[in-house]
């Protein structure tokens, strides 16, 4: 989609939206990682945890919420451009508003539930079964025909896959060892397939899928794999771009079997990619060193107010913490997916 039609859509949204007080879609529902995790793993008992400042400084409430970032997530952009004047919330947090749906995606998961399961986070599985419980609920609450609209009209955003490479794969001689990074991506693949056809089985028909973002690039992942050097780790990048080739055809494939889906990849390498390579253009003053700390390593636990050197400025800084971009950069990607996933909404 291009600029043009893209800044209609921007102008005509908040129009579409206010001529019949009611968002673009009736819900919004997220699975899978910390992209997109806005709290749940306040509720686990994980040491995967944002809800403890810096986390959230620059939130609307300028307190920590659990989401992995000084602010608003891609997603919390998405919800606003859709019309939604308020967040779903944290499945396990017990919200009243369930009826524009929930968030499921928990910090440290993946599409392999070995993945979650080394951290303590939802595995995809378990994300799928609180949303069946989800659905029965609204189903007390809205009657079952009101509840098959919501669940059939609700756009579905999932985010998985950096922690099935960063923290499983990358790391567990177990598994790099015995398989090349394609091998594994293939196994990622298969349990990818699952999930869409699970959710499907359970109503969903718009699902936005994000692709992997340039791995390599990550603050933490230079540090930690780039052999002393503080550019981005191509064989990395490599990976990632090889494993989005799948995602694509195999959703492609997805999209042809399953009548009636609505299934988009949303793509969140090449963004992030342009940002962290050419920040001044983009209005940003650093992409090597996160905001948080020293800005090469610290996530979660290790970015906590004691953490010496956290910038004061954000705003600047492509990424927040080693792991996840600043609410400034998330803002900027939120439009692109948005871009790029407008025929979920159309």
């Given at each position: ?121 939802l595995s995809l599985t378990q994300q799928l079964e609180y949303y069946k419980e989800y659905q029965n609920k609204v189903a007390e609450i809205a009657g079952k025909s009101n509840a098959s609209s919501i669940i059939s009209g609700a756009i579905y ?169 600043s609410e400034a950069a998330n803002k900027f990607l939120a439009s692109n997916l948005l871009a790029s996933g407008i025929s979920l909404i159309s």
């Open positions: 989609m291009d600029t043009i039609c893209l800044s209609i859509f921007f102008l005509l949204a908040p129009v579409i939206t206010l001529a019949n007080g009611q968002p673009l879609v009736p819900a919004l529902f997220t699975f899978g990682d910390s992209v997109l995790d806005v709290g749940i793993n306040n509720h686990l008992k994980t040491v995967i945890k944002a809800d403890f400042l810096p986390y959230g400084r620059d939130f609307i409430t300028h307190k920590p919420t659990g989401r992995f970032c000084n602010g608003k997530l891609a997603s919390d952009f998405t919800a606003e451009y859709l019309g939604f004047t308020s967040y779903p919330q944290p499945y396990l947090s017990g919200g009243k508003n369930l009826l524009i749906g929930a968030s499921f995606a928990s910090a440290a998961s993946g599409y392999l539930d070995t993945t979650a399961e080394l951290y303590n986070a955003l999932v985010s998985a896959g950096s922690n099935d490479f960063l923290q499983n794969y990358y790391i567990n001689p177990l598994l790099y060892k015995k398989y090349t990074a394609n091998q594994f991506g293939n196994i990622i693949i298969t349990s990818y397939i699952n999930f869409i056809q699970n959710l499907y089985a359970m109503g969903a028909r718009r699902i936005g899928v994000t692709t992997l973002p340039p791995l390599g690039c990550l603050p933490a992942a230079i540090t930690v794999f780039g052999s002393d050097s503080n550019e981005c780790v191509a064989k990395l990048n490599n990976d990632a771009v090889s494993f989005n080739s799948k995602l694509n055809a195999t959703s492609q494939s997805l999209r042809t079997k399953l009548s009636g889906l609505n299934l988009v990849v949303l793509d969140s390498y090449k963004p992030l990619y342009d940002l962290i390579t050419k920040p001044a253009e983009n209005g940003f003053f650093e992409s090597r060193k996160a905001c948080c700390g020293t800005g090469l390593l610290e996530t979660s636990i290790l970015c906590n107010t004691e953490s010496v050197g956290t910038c004061a400025n954000a705003s600047e800084y492509v990424f927040w913490d080693g792991f996840h971009p």
